[in-house]
């Protein structure tokens, strides 16, 4: 597509509840990352895939965080047994070579 | 711990003025981004240096890459009301598979 889609652009769930973010990249563009931003704080890395190779995992603040990135395309973040803290924007970026390209985002609150 | 600090964090000016917001660190780049996020969207890229003492021009921005390629400034001549935003700077290291994203600057231009 002509940009990073991400949906849903907002999603409201019960504390311990789990939930599925979806980002669809580019079209082309090998990698493609997650980040948490939370009211005024800048971008939180969590998640990056390049091609085919073993994702990096190193910023998923916990084991109810999770994601995949099937064919090589579209990307799902799980997030299970939800608790207030994870109440923030989850943006999903793709990039071929220099700069990320953004989606709208995934405002998700925890109630 | 931020790898990239940006100041001021908050800026409110009257159109027409002008301004210099900072992104510093004490690690080294090898390359360092200027974005742009307005409410509700994915921050959009504006710049990328790679280059120590490197100046980019995008007509009223100036963007510079600091001579050990540890922090950056973006100068804005005449502000707009449409230059409204928040500036996020991210440095990219030689080591890491992601950029790391300052602070931000939550800017205001009153017109």
């Known amino acids: 597509g002509a940009g990073v889609s991400q949906s849903p652009s907002n999603k409201v769930t019960e504390k311990g509840k789990d939930v599925e973010l979806r980002c669809d990249p580019i079209?082309?563009?090998?990698?493609l990352y997650w980040y948490r931003q939370s009211l005024g704080q800048g971008l939180e890395f969590l998640i990056y895939?390049?091609?085919?190779?073993?994702?990096?995992k190193s910023g998923l603040p916990s084991d109810r965080f999770s994601a995949e990135r099937t064919g090589g395309s579209v990307s799902t973040l799980t997030i299970q047994r939800t608790q207030q803290e994870d109440s923030a924007v989850y943006l999903c970026?793709?990039?071929?070579?220099?700069?990320?390209?953004f989606g709208s985002g995934t405002r998700l609150t925890v109630v | 711990t931020q790898l990239l600090e940006q100041s001021p964090q908050f800026l409110s000016i009257q159109e027409g003025e002008n301004l210099t917001v900072y992104c510093n660190s004490s690690s080294v780049f090898s390359s360092l981004q200027w974005y742009r996020q307005e409410p509700g969207e994915g921050p959009v890229l504006l710049v990328t240096?790679?280059?120590?003492?490197e100046v980019k021009k995008l007509k009223r921005l100036t963007f510079q890459f600091g001579d050990a390629r540890k922090d950056s400034s973006l100068h804005i001549t005449a502000a707009q009301p449409g230059d409204t935003g928040l500036y996020l700077c991210a440095g990219e290291t030689n080591t890491g598979n992601q950029f790391y994203f300052g602070t931000g600057t939550s800017l205001t231009v009153i017109p």
């Open positions: 240096v790679v280059t120590g003492g």
């Open positions: 895939f390049q091609g085919n190779s073993a994702p990096d």
């Open positions: 079209s082309g563009h090998t990698a």
């Open positions: 970026a793709s990039t071929r070579n220099y700069g990320y390209t």
